[in-house]
């Protein structure tokens, strides 16, 4: 029998889907703590992932983990954005590509 180890978070229907393959899902259901340390670590794949093939499925799984974060944490989707928008009113967005290059002062 061939054993792969995978030990991360994965999409809630994969077992279902490796079952289905034929082969045996070995997998436990992750406390709060250990369920967004998970989450985390698969947000870092996720952007190597768009990264290297900038492809909208790629950024897709991005904002997927991203809803896993804020549902373990307790925190809506509409929090955020309200965050980010205040942000944006104060900050800007990043329509126009501005690349600071230095800054200089007297």
Avoid: C
């Avoid at 077992?15 to 998970?38: D, F, N």
Wanted: hydrophobic share 35%; no cysteine; glycine share 8%.
């Amino acid at each position: 029998m061939k054993r792969t180890e995978y030990n991360k978070i994965v999409r809630d229907r994969i077992p279902e889907i490796i079952e289905r393959s034929g082969s045996r899902a070995l997998w436990h259901a992750a406390g709060p703590e250990e369920t967004v340390k998970g989450l985390e670590a698969k947000l870092t794949e996720e952007l190597s992932e768009y990264l290297a093939d900038h492809s909208l499925e790629e950024l897709a799984d991005l904002l997927e983990v991203m809803h896993g974060i804020l549902h373990h944490r307790g925190v809506s989707w509409e929090e955020l954005e309200a965050i980010r928008l205040k942000k944006r009113e104060e900050r800007g967005g990043f329509e126009r590509g501005i690349r600071l290059e230095a800054t200089e002062k007297e």
